[in-house]
């Protein structure tokens, strides 16, 4: 069995900063590319951020310059720094994990719950 379990989410007001943790345990063998989600009320979810197990990182235009995603490969943990929040930036984040675990041989999606972000104006 695999988890991901995010932490981290909160209220905070506009311009303001949280980080995002996302830790993996279980039965894991490798994890390959991480990233964070978000989903707003009434839209699609989107990607935020991610990042392969080498390092290289992919952002969305409209979180470029504010926020930072990084992993520990040591830890199976996966960070997302959020600064200069906007209210826009207020939704469910969820972590996805591609992942290669001791009962799939072949690498799946995994997801988190989400940890809920709102950014007050």
């Known amino acids: 069995q695999v988890q991901l379990v995010e932490s981290g989410g909160g209220l905070v007001q506009a311009g303001g900063s949280l980080r995002l943790s996302c830790a993996a345990s279980?039965?894991?063998?490798?994890?390959?590319?991480m990233g964070w989600y978000r989903q707003a009320p009434g839209k699609q979810r989107e990607l935020v951020a991610a990042?392969?197990?080498?390092?290289?990182?992919t952002y969305a235009d409209s979180v470029k310059g504010r926020f930072t995603i990084s992993r520990d490969n040591g830890k199976n943990t996966l960070y997302l720094q959020m600064n200069s929040l906007k209210p826009e930036d207020t939704a469910v984040y969820s972590c996805?994990?591609?992942?290669?675990?001791?009962?799939?041989?072949?690498?799946?999606?995994?997801w988190g719950q989400g940890t809920q972000v709102t950014v007050s104006s």
């Open positions: 996805n994990a591609r992942m290669i675990t001791t009962t799939q041989l072949r690498e799946h999606d995994y």
């Open positions: 990042i392969t197990r080498g390092g290289k990182t």
């Open positions: 279980g039965s894991i063998v490798i994890i390959n590319t």
